[in-house]
């Protein structure tokens, strides 16, 4: 059933996807902000994130009558789950609860915006927390990092610096907060067994309560420019080693546009299934200075997490004694292979159909749905909602990745050491 789409009078987007009869009784809300990352204020890395986690505050101070000291007292209460993600472009919070309780979860989410407010404690629990994080994090996402710094000067990722968030304050958080968090940035979205009048009539007691922002929205932060090309095409763009508890490298290459080029973005996440699911592990077979490899598109894998600019990260193991110049050659050589020959049906078959099984998988979650309803509808307009990219991968052809893996070749590429490996002088 086709997501009901309408607007509150301040501004809030609201989208509503009734699924009679699915989900176990249970309704997903989710709640996106058109700021992550990219929007933090310069010399304060990471106040995106703060502002994330002071919507979930650990400390007692936002008691109420009923006992429940916190957002995640009531949902967990309620027998629910809830949680939130910050990326470089949008912010999300989700909720998934038994139907029967969206009204209260609807009231307990206007709340949380109406009355934010924190105090300097409060902050400085959360600036800690975020800093185990960031330690956390460092080790999955580092190498992605350092593909897209090299790629696109200036780029941050949406964690954040310690030292910067160390010196943040409560009134900067509400600063950020009282620019971004605002109706018209802001999409609520909710899916399951409900009754879309139902749902807006609830949304708009509750939610029209928000003032409408002030002034013109916040123009979004630009997205950073490429690394210049040198003047021999494709460019190799070094980044400082890293170090792993395996010997390899990292590959980098960016993605196109997956708002204004839809299709091509596509092409290359079926280029990434089809080299992962056979032209790899045939390299790895053939070839004994490559232990293992694997492409993925967006970080950690997540293609449409984000808008521009995206990734695609090869990475891969090696045998002692080879070198970086060893797999980018390697590398090249699988792209150029796909390039100059399409894949037969069946092999293009099976990674459109594993790329379509994943979706359909993402689509059973009730949180999954609700967050990509949100997300579609700030990042990806007229991309057509959650049902519409199962389609749009299988008009994917084996002539356009072949393109794909063309483009791969003809374009930049960052290249990361891993652990041990050597570099050729």
């Given at each position: 059933m086709s997501p009901h789409d309408s607007r509150l009078a301040n501004g809030l987007g609201l989208s509503?996807?009734?699924?009679?009869?699915?989900?176990?009784?249970?309704?997903?809300?989710?709640?996106?902000?058109?700021?992550?990352?990219?929007?933090?204020p310069a010399g304060r890395h990471g106040t995106a994130h703060l502002v994330e986690h002071l919507m979930f505050p650990r400390a007692a101070a936002t008691e109420t009558d009923d006992g429940l000291d916190s957002h995640v007292a009531r949902v967990e209460g309620a027998g629910g789950v809830c949680n939130a993600e910050t990326h470089r472009d949008h912010t999300v919070f989700h909720t998934t609860v038994p139907?029967?309780?969206?009204?209260?979860?609807?009231?307990?989410?206007?709340?949380?915006?109406?009355?934010?407010?924190?105090?300097?404690?409060?902050?400085?629990?959360?600036?800690?927390?975020?800093?185990?994080?960031?330690?956390?994090a460092a080790a999955a996402g580092r190498v992605w990092e350092a593909a897209l710094?090299?790629?696109?000067?200036?780029?941050?990722?949406?964690?954040g610096t310690p030292g910067e968030l160390a010196r943040a304050t409560a009134a900067e958080a509400g600063a950020f907060f009282r620019r971004h968090y605002r109706p018209d940035a802001m999409v609520l979205s909710v899916v399951g067994d409900v009754d879309p009048d139902r749902v807006a009539a609830s949304v708009d007691s509750h939610?029209?309560?928000?003032?409408?922002?002030?002034?013109?929205?916040?123009?979004?932060?630009?997205?950073?420019?490429?690394?210049?090309?040198?003047?021999?095409?494709?460019?190799v763009v070094r980044t400082a080693p890293l170090a792993s508890p395996v010997s390899g490298a990292a590959l980098g290459h960016p993605l196109p546009d997956p708002v204004r080029d839809r299709a091509a973005y596509l092409a290359h996440v079926v280029l990434a299934e089809t080299l992962s699911r056979s032209r790899l592990p045939g390299?790895?077979?053939?070839?004994?200075?490559?232990?293992?490899?694997?492409?993925?598109?967006?970080?950690?894998?997540?293609?449409?997490?984000?808008?521009?600019?995206?990734?695609?990260?090869?990475?891969?193991?090696?045998?002692?004694?080879?070198?970086?110049?060893?797999?980018?050659g390697a590398w090249r050589e699988v792209l150029a292979e796909l390039a100059a020959r399409p894949a037969?049906?069946?092999?293009?078959?099976?990674?459109?159909?594993?790329?379509?099984?994943?979706?359909?998988?993402?689509?059973?979650?009730l949180t999954a749905r609700s967050v990509s309803l949100g997300r579609t509808a700030l990042l990806f307009p007229g991309a057509g909602g959650p049902d519409a990219l199962p389609r749009d991968l299988a008009r994917v052809t084996a002539a356009e990745v072949s393109a794909a893996a063309a483009a791969l070749l003809a374009g930049p590429c960052s290249v990361t050491a891993l652990g041990e490996i050597g570099e050729t002088r």
């Open positions: 509503v996807e009734p699924l009679p009869g699915h989900g176990g009784g249970l309704v997903s809300v989710a709640l996106t902000v058109a700021a992550g990352g990219d929007a933090d139907a029967e309780l969206l009204p209260e979860v609807l009231e307990w989410e206007a709340r949380r915006l109406l009355t934010f407010a924190p105090d300097g404690s409060v902050l400085r629990t959360e600036t800690s927390v975020i800093a185990e994080e960031i330690r956390g710094g090299a790629l696109y000067p200036g780029s941050r990722d949406s964690f939610f029209g309560q928000l003032p409408a922002g002030e002034g013109p929205l916040p123009a979004p932060s630009p997205a950073p420019s490429p690394a210049p090309a040198p003047a021999v095409a494709p460019a390299l790895t077979r053939r070839d004994p200075r490559i232990t293992s490899a694997r492409v993925t598109c967006g970080y950690l894998g997540q293609w449409l997490g984000s808008a521009v600019p995206d990734l695609a990260l090869a990475q891969f193991a090696t045998a002692p004694g080879a070198d970086v110049t060893a797999v980018l037969d049906a069946a092999e293009h078959r099976r990674a459109v159909n594993a790329l379509l099984l994943a979706c359909h998988r993402r689509a059973d979650s």
